[in-house]
Each structure stands twice: as structure tokens, then as C-alpha cells.
T-cell receptor, first 110, second 113 residues
Framework: GIQVEQSPPDLILQEGANSTLRCNFSDSVNNLQWFHQNPWGQLINLFYIPSGTKQNGRLSATTVATERYSLLYISSSQTTDSGVYFCAVERKGGSYIPTFGRGTSLIVHP | DTGVSQNPRHKITKRGQNVTFRCDPISEHNRLYWYRQTLGQGPEFLTYFQNEAQLEKSRLLSDRFSAERPKGSFSTLEIQRTEQGDSAMYLC???????????FGPGTRLTVT
């Protein structure tokens, strides 16, 4: 199956700092989503981004499908950004089943 | 519509007991997915339905696990003869038939003692 690697595994920031999270995948993909899992376990959709760049407030994401990676940018981080960020991809030509990476655990200190 | 809902939110059971979880998807979504998540891991696919048809099952889904979506609306996931290794968060997600974006419920946290 497709391999999804996320880096870094852990990240600790001071409030106000910027960060970049990376998702590498081993095969061509149809779909790619970024999620934020809050401390209560709820997965929240951030971006659906199989290619290109999107922005939503302090968050933005870029996927370079030809080079098989995606980046999630968090600017001016806040304590509420803490949690685990997951990338999930669906392999091109596969069934509609996403494969998740192991996530990046982010802690933002006040 | 308030999104995907799951019940119960927490379940503690003794080894050997059966448990059943329920998922109510977003009303216009045809596809419904079940995942399992353990500590430090991303969600792992278990099975998915399109309407009432179960189209894919992971090899993670042992014979003790069964899922149904009888009328193409809500779904249930049953685990028979629970084992301690079944302790995990069980997540449900739904999407349109195009499957582009999945929306997750809050999960059911199972603890088997």
C-alpha cells in the first residue's frame, strides 16, 4: 500500500511562532486531506488539497503532487493550535480508502 | 445538520463481553467509514459502506468484528468477545459518493478491562 510519512513527529513552539509540517507519500494520489485532532480526539478538517495551494486564516497548505509531498503552514501559532496534525491520502487508482500518516504532535506554549 | 455523531462516547467493558457502537453520518452522505485509532498512531481503516452495501473490509477486521448499515443511514459496529487489544478509539466518518472529503465524528473510546 501507499506509505505516508509526516515530519517532524513532535514540535514545541512558543505562542506567536510559525511552523511548517510536512507530509511525504510514496505514490500518486487522488485526494489529500489535512486534519487537526484536538485533545478530546475530534478530527477536524483543515484542507482538502490534492494539488495546489489553499489558505484559511493563519493556516495554509501546499501540495506538489508530482514530487509527492504536501506542506501545512501555521503562522502566529496560538495555544488552541495544540494537538496532532494528520495527513491522509488516497492512492490514485485505488479504492476510496485514505491512508493516514502517524501525525505531528504540536504543543504551543503561552 | 450537526455533523457526524457517535454513541456512546466512552465504553468500559470486561474482556469477553460484546459491545456495539453507533454512528449517524451527515444526512446527505452516501459513504460511511469506520476506523480504529490507538495511542500515537493515525486512524486505521476498518471498513466502509456505500449506502447499505459494505464495499471494503480491512484485514484488521477479524471475525469478531461486524458492521452493518441496514437502511443506508446509521451504522453499527459490533465487537464480540472483546479482548484487551481491542481497547482503542473507534472513529466514524462520512463523505459524499465522490469521496473527496471525509468528516469525522467524535469517536467512541473503548476500554477493555
Amino acid at each position: 500500500g501507499i506509505q505516508v510519512e509526516q515530519s517532524p513527529p513532535d514540535l514545541i513552539l512558543q505562542e506567536g511562532a510559525n511552523s511548517t509540517l510536512r507530509c511525504n507519500f510514496s505514490d500518486s494520489v487522488n485526494n489529500l486531506q489535512w486534519f487537526h485532532q484536538n485533545p478530546w480526539g475530534q478530527l477536524i478538517n483543515l484542507f482538502y488539497i490534492p494539488s495546489g495551494t489553499k489558505q484559511n486564516g493563519r493556516l495554509s497548505a501546499t501540495t506538489v503532487a508530482t514530487e509527492r509531498y504536501s506542506l501545512l503552514y501555521i503562522s502566529s501559532s496560538q495555544t488552541t493550535d495544540s494537538g496532532v496534525y494528520f495527513c491522509a491520502v488516497e492512492r490514485k487508482g485505488g479504492s476510496y480508502i485514505p491512508t493516514f500518516g502517524r501525525g505531528t504532535s504540536l504543543i504551543v506554549h503561552p | 445538520d450537526t455533523g457526524v455523531s457517535q454513541n456512546p462516547r466512552h465504553k468500559i467493558t470486561k474482556r469477553g463481553q460484546n459491545v456495539t457502537f453507533r454512528c449517524d453520518p451527515i444526512s446527505e452522505h452516501n459513504r460511511l467509514y469506520w476506523y480504529r485509532q490507538t495511542l500515537g498512531q493515525g486512524p486505521e481503516f476498518l471498513t466502509y459502506f456505500q449506502n447499505e452495501a459494505q464495499l471494503e473490509k480491512s484485514r484488521l477486521l477479524s471475525d469478531r468484528f461486524s458492521a452493518e448499515r441496514p437502511k443506508g443511514s446509521f451504522s453499527t459496529l459490533e465487537i464480540q468477545r472483546t479482548e484487551q487489544g481491542d481497547s482503542a478509539m473507534y472513529l466514524c466518518a462520512s463523505s459524499t459518493v465522490l469521496g473527496y472529503e471525509q468528516y469525522f465524528g467524535p469517536g467512541t473510546r473503548l476500554t477493555v478491562t
